[in-house]
T-cell receptor
């Protein structure tokens, strides 16, 4: 099976812009979770989607949003980018009760 | 809220030797999972080993094994016969159990950077 894929792998944006990141889960996985990784805050949970519904949300401002499509692919959007949004964004997929499998991440740099 | 603590920011070990990485966690729940993930310089997060809280037997995966002390809320990772390819950041993670339907959230520790000395 193909692993979790994330696009793009690298992204450079300027403050105030918005960005959309994409994640394609492993075939058959219906749950997709997103995490933000920064040197200062470590790995933090953003949100989790299952069957197109957000089931859980981390402690992030409303500028961070996401969605999931009927084929389980997921996107996350960050509006009005700030310098502090520079991070590695990781997506993970899983089936119920299984471990999460991570994608390679999207490295976002905000200038 | 659950917390995961890794008190060793950095560790080093000679190639072929054994090293143990520490992790403690705090939870009031009885049904949960614990994981060790490895993140090499490529940044790809790779699952190393998983432990179900209801299982008394410690999980083992080839050269990797855990010492799960449920009462002490301790979950250490032992790497035997260390290899150069084991060099990475290692993260301990907690997840609520399957009985808590819909909660796939992983809570991570701050990580331990492991260096392998040739």
């Amino acid at each position: 099976k193909a692993g979790v894929t994330q696009t793009p792998r690298y992204l450079i944006k300027t403050r105030g812009q918005q960005v959309t990141l994409s994640c394609s889960p492993i075939s058959g996985h219906r749950s997709v979770s997103w995490y933000q990784q920064t040197p200062g805050q470590g790995l933090q949970f953003l949100f989790e989607y299952f069957s197109e519904t957000q089931r859980n949300k981390g402690n992030f401002p409303g500028r961070f949003s996401g969605r999931q499509f009927s084929n389980s692919r997921s996107e996350m959007n960050v509006s009005t980018l700030e310098l502090g949004d520079s991070a590695l964004y990781l997506c993970a997929s899983s089936t119920e009760g299984s471990e999460q499998f991570f994608g390679p991440g999207t490295r976002l740099t905000v200038l | 809220a659950q917390t995961v603590t890794q008190s060793q920011p950095e560790m080093s070990v000679q190639e072929a030797e054994t090293v143990t990485l520490s992790c403690t966690y705090d939870t009031s729940e009885s049904d949960y999972y614990l994981f060790w993930y490895k993140q090499p310089p490529s940044r790809q997060m790779i699952l190393v080993i998983r432990q179900e809280a209801y299982k008394q037997q410690n999980a083992t995966e080839n050269r990797f094994s855990v010492n799960f002390q449920k009462a002490a809320k301790s979950f250490s990772l032992k790497i035997s016969d260390s290899q150069l390819g084991d060099a990475a950041m290692y993260f301990c993670a907690y997840r609520r159990g399957i009985s808590n339907f819909g909660n796939e959230k992983l809570t991570f520790g701050t990580g331990t950077r492991l260096t392998i000395i040739p």
